[in-house]
């Protein structure tokens, strides 16, 4: 049985920014997102734009819905693009190249034992895994917010995973402050590595507190030091670079891109708030999943 001694409070997105230790625990979480992407670049490369992060993490929950109950209809293109309606997030043709591309990278497998439906398939113990990972990085996020316990009640009961992913998924994947995030944000987060970029450009900041131009200097960008650890072409690089900065997300101290970057108070604000509807929402997920569970 699960204590619940060991919940902690949930929260929404404004109550965590008010946290004092919410910026550090984000950096925290960047960082360990960003040591996944080092492991499993393949992977995370491909899932750290927004949209494939949404279908997966769809994908994922109806996998972990039909393992609870048998009866739940299986993955297939059809219901996990019903699940997404009126988000606009992938249209029927993005959601079936996007199960084709999982199947590549082995995030999913075709069924074991058949199946009634066509087009059906499985996610795999590889996603499964990947999936344990990236949820308790943000459990121990919001352990660093409050002092909270969840991490350790999560590992000592991974069957959670089962329940809390689910319940996460939909919370989060049908939130628009999630899935169209502010353009400063959207630069990054609409394109393959995105995510992660944007993650190591906010990790680089050098103080917690903006110049008096209300900038967070980084230091040097290096658009081929980018494309090797992402695994993208330098001139991919180039194309997010410029859009965040044609919006005044990011610049640079001299003309051309050169020098030491900059990061708008702007930028950083809108990347806290949509960080902390994620957050906000595992922290309803997990005490709504540890209370029915007790």
């Not at 943000?138 to 995973?161: E, Q």
Request: glycine share 6%; hydrophobic share 45%; proline share 5%.
């Amino acid at each position: 049985m699960i204590q619940t001694a060991d919940t902690a409070p949930s929260y929404d997105a404004a109550q965590l920014i008010a946290r004092p230790m919410f910026w550090e625990a984000l950096k925290g979480e960047a960082s360990d997102l960003l040591k996944v992407h080092a492991v499993a670049p393949e992977v995370v490369h491909y899932l750290a734009d927004i949209r494939h992060w949404i279908l997966i993490h769809m994908a994922i929950a109806l996998h972990f819905e039909r393992k609870i109950d048998p009866a739940a209809p299986p993955l297939t293109p059809k219901k996990l693009l019903t699940e997404l309606a009126g988000t606009g997030i992938a249209s029927r043709n993005t959601v079936q190249s996007f199960l084709r591309e999982l199947l590549r990278i082995k995030l999913t497998e075709p069924p074991k034992t058949g199946t009634l439906r066509q087009h059906a398939t499985e996610v795999s113990a590889k996603s499964e895994k990947l999936m344990f990972v990236y949820i308790d990085i943000h459990l121990r996020a919001l352990d660093m917010v409050d002092g909270g316990g969840r991490s350790a009640l999560f590992n000592r009961t991974p069957t959670l995973l089962h329940k809390l992913q689910p319940a996460f998924a939909r919370k989060i994947c049908l939130n628009p402050a999630w899935y169209n995030p502010p353009a400063m944000v959207n630069c990054f987060t609409n394109s393959v590595s995105g995510s992660s970029i944007l993650h190591e450009m906010v990790l680089s900041t050098q103080s917690t507190e903006p110049d008096g131009d209300g900038r967070f200097w980084l230091g040097t960008v290096s658009t081929a030091g980018l494309a090797a650890r992402y695994h993208v072409s330098g001139a991919h690089i180039s194309r997010i670079l410029i859009k965040a900065q044609q919006v005044g997300g990011i610049g640079w101290e001299n003309e051309r891109r050169r020098g030491a970057c900059w990061l708008s108070t702007t930028l950083r604000d809108a990347y806290l708030l949509w960080q902390a509807e994620k957050l906000a929402a595992l922290s309803s997920a997990f005490n709504r999943c540890v209370s029915a569970t007790a």
